[in-house]
């Protein structure tokens, strides 16, 4: 399985990157703006997006919109922005940061089983 990691964060990223193998995804993408992130989608469509809401520049917000109009991949944000996601995603499972491995483990369960 494939994802693409929306992170401007470097330490973050490869976190995020553990957890997923641990679930079972084998390769990433990762991106540090929308336009790398909306890029590498059309590159490789993941099977899972995990994004967080700021980036430089853009907005992970903004990346997932464009990316899911053209083919519905489940998203977990992962955010130090918890609220904003919640009020304009409520569609997508929200992870404020910092987050807990068990919790990002349990939020791809629930959008892998959808």
């Known amino acids: 399985m494939h994802a693409l990691i929306i992170e401007d964060d470097d330490l973050i990223a490869i976190a995020i990157e553990e957890v997923l ?3 079972g995804f084998k390769s990433f993408d990762f991106a540090v703006s929308l336009d790398q992130a909306v890029m590498a989608a059309r590159q490789r469509c993941p099977e899972l997006i995990t994004a967080d809401i700021e980036l430089k ?3 992970g917000i903004d990346a997932v919109q464009t990316i899911c109009s053209e083919k519905p991949i489940p998203v977990i944000f992962i955010t130090g922005r918890a609220d904003d996601a919640r009020s304009r ?3 997508h499972p ?3 940061k910092p987050f807990r491995v068990s919790d990002v483990e349990a939020a791809v369960r629930e959008v892998m089983s959808q």
Do not use: A, D, F
């Open 57 to 59: 520049p853009g907005s």
């Open 89 to 91: 995603m409520p569609q």
């Open 94 to 96: 929200v992870l404020s």
């Open 21 to 23: 193998r641990n679930c």
